[in-house]
């Protein structure tokens, strides 16, 4: 191992932890190498990769983690309260067809004869 060499990057496998985007930019990586970080104090990945040359500049990734449910997962408390709230609304949409076919009908019994 190069111990003189602040450039020099073991091989590895996995991600390197980070407190900041900054950091992430500012960690050092060899030439021709990759690096990818993982943010500890907000979801994000970065990768940070040099080229080969001195003169190439590094090029930097930013990517935000979004957790996917899965279909075999259990329904969430708040996935029951959606669908309590779709079907409040569908019995308050039913109330009101109800209520203007009601209107409608005494309409036509008072000899009023207008459709609504």
Known sequence: M???NPYYQPQQSGFVSVRSEQ???NYPVAYGNSVTFKDETS???YTKTMGF????RPVFEKFKIV???SFD???KENQVEDLQEQINSLWKEINYLKERKGR???NESNGNG???
Do not use: G, H
């Open 2 to 4: 190069n111990q003189f």
């Open 23 to 25: 950091e992430a930019r």
């Open 43 to 45: 979801p994000y990945i």
């Open 53 to 56: 040359s001195q003169l190439d």
């Open 67 to 69: 957790r996917e449910e």
């Open 73 to 75: 997962e259990p329904k």
């Open 104 to 106: 409608r009908n005494d």
């Open 114 to 116: 207008k459709s609504v």
